[in-house]
């Protein structure tokens, strides 16, 4: 018996407001195969799902899925399809959802899927019973199921952050592509391991020349060094001498 959504209350937030702005350059692009699309449109939708479930700082060759845009070229499967594939790949699973605790990767899908920021805390905690009981595949199959997805996309639209511009306003809310990729737990466990450690430019050149040796290698290396030079003064002073008759080698 699964455990059923735990209760929140939605709060009074942009995307629950009816919007009648005039739209401009600042209004998202909604992207619909409902509209009869030609070769290059159908790849700036893929294009814009890439964009809307992996944000800009993830738009790698790596992270392509060519099967699932062959598909959605050909029709065999639906624009929420295709979302549902991008988010369970094993390249979304990797870089978002595996360095991520559960309460911080269900605020980055709702943002992602339901185009909207979390309301509370509480349903931070709802969807992480989700995701906790059901897995990954099992809360996104809820989230691309439920009435507000639906109702707001359907089957056709690529997801994108709804109501982000108030009109008589000086500034909206920002966009969701710039919130960092991870959490502030797993950034201090980077910086405890050492990747996140700021050095001033001439330290990082100086350990790029320096050595990378033991310290009993390196004073080795200076006695074969002062060895050899004088191995060579010595040879020096003899040729001289041998030179000037002095000796004979």
Known sequence: MSIPLLNYPPSTSNQRVEGFEVPGDEQPAIYNTEILLSGGEIDELIRAAYRQIFNEQQLLASNRQKTLESQLKFGQITVRDFIRGLVLSD?????????????????????????RDVYSDR??????????????????????DSEEYLTNFGYDTVPYQRRRILPQHNQGDLPFARMPRYGEDHRKQLETLGYFQAKPIREYRWEWQKPPYPKAARMLGKAIAIFG??????????SALAAWGLINL
């Not at 030079?229 to 003899?238: H, K, N, P, S």
Request: some cysteine; glycine content about 8%.
């Open 123 to 144: 349903e931070k905690l709802a969807w992480s019973i989700v995701l906790a009981t059901k897995g990954l595949k099992g809360f996104i199959d809820e989230l691309l």
């Open 91 to 115: 390249t979304f699973r990797r870089r978002n959802y595996e360095p991520n605790n559960n309460y911080r990767f269900v605020q980055m899908c709702i943002q992602r899927l339901l185009g």
């Open 229 to 238: 030079a004088t191995f060579v003064g010595l040879v020096a002073i003899a």
